[in-house]
């Protein structure tokens, strides 16, 4: 079993749509939840972190937390043409605190 | 301006030779931590570093060597018992003193091996 997995996609949405990314962990002393977003050829870059069961809301973004089922989702209200890109879950894993683990990555396509 | 400078940003080598990825940090973090990213993949953990002269190994370090003598640095050295080196190479750093607190990444080196 994989430390962090994603659906690898792609996944497509319409435009003003909600997309949903959802991301699994093993480690089920994991503390922190990190959402990174990653366009093409460019680094990560951080969307959300969430560290306590249920719901995180920033913006058009809402990131939600289940350690009971160790799942870790991300929902995209809205969705624009620049929402595509891939997105990164990572968990900081329970059995080191400073140990990061990344899932493979959801890519995410916005079609007009 | 604070942030993580990786240098250089391509970087071509024959096989079988040794390559150096430099990583400079000026944001005091602790932590730094270098990934490796295939195309169409996740970032994978090569080696990670929490203190000056200590690191741990991520679950991908052979073929790869690293060290840590000063806070702000921390150079991956790519040798060449690494069987696939051509990847895009990441170095993040994480403030270890704040709990919870995300990784920054720097722009990244994209080393091509032939």
């Known amino acids: 079993q994989k430390e962090v997995e994603q659906n690898s996609g792609p996944l497509s949405v319409p435009e003003g749509a909600i997309a949903s990314l959802n991301c699994t962990y093993s480690?089920?002393?994991?503390?922190?939840f990190f959402w990174y977003r990653q366009y093409s050829g460019k680094s990560p870059e951080l969307i959300m972190s969430?560290?306590?069961?249920g719901d995180k809301e920033d913006g058009r973004f809402t990131a939600q937390l289940n350690k009971a089922s160790q799942y870790v989702s991300l929902l995209i209200r809205d969705s624009q043409p620049s929402d595509s890109a891939t997105y990164l879950c990572?968990?900081?894993?329970?059995?080191?605190?400073?140990?990061?683990?990344f899932g493979s990555g959801t890519r995410l396509s916005i079609r007009p | 301006d604070g942030g993580i400078t990786q240098s250089p940003k391509y970087l071509f080598r024959k096989e079988g030779q040794n390559v150096t990825l430099s990583c400079e940090q000026n944001?005091?973090?602790?932590?730094m931590y270098w990934y490796r990213q295939d195309p169409g993949q996740g970032l994978r953990l090569i080696y990670y570093?929490?203190?000056?002269?200590?690191?741990q190994k991520g679950d991908i370090a052979e073929g790869y060597s690293v060290s840590r003598e000063k806070k702000e640095s921390f150079p991956l050295t790519v040798t060449s018992a690494q069987k696939n080196p051509t990847a895009f190479y990441l170095c993040?750093?994480?403030?270890?003193?704040?709990?919870?607190?995300?990784?920054?990444f720097g722009n990244g080196t994209r080393l091509t091996v032939t």
């Open positions: 993040a750093s994480k403030e270890l003193t704040v709990n919870n607190s995300p990784l920054h």
């Open positions: 480690d089920r002393g994991s503390q922190s």
């Open positions: 969430i560290y306590s069961n």
């Open positions: 990572a968990v900081n894993m329970g059995s080191s605190a400073s140990k990061i683990i």
């Open positions: 944001l005091n973090h602790d932590a």
């Open positions: 570093s929490q203190i000056v002269n200590d690191f």
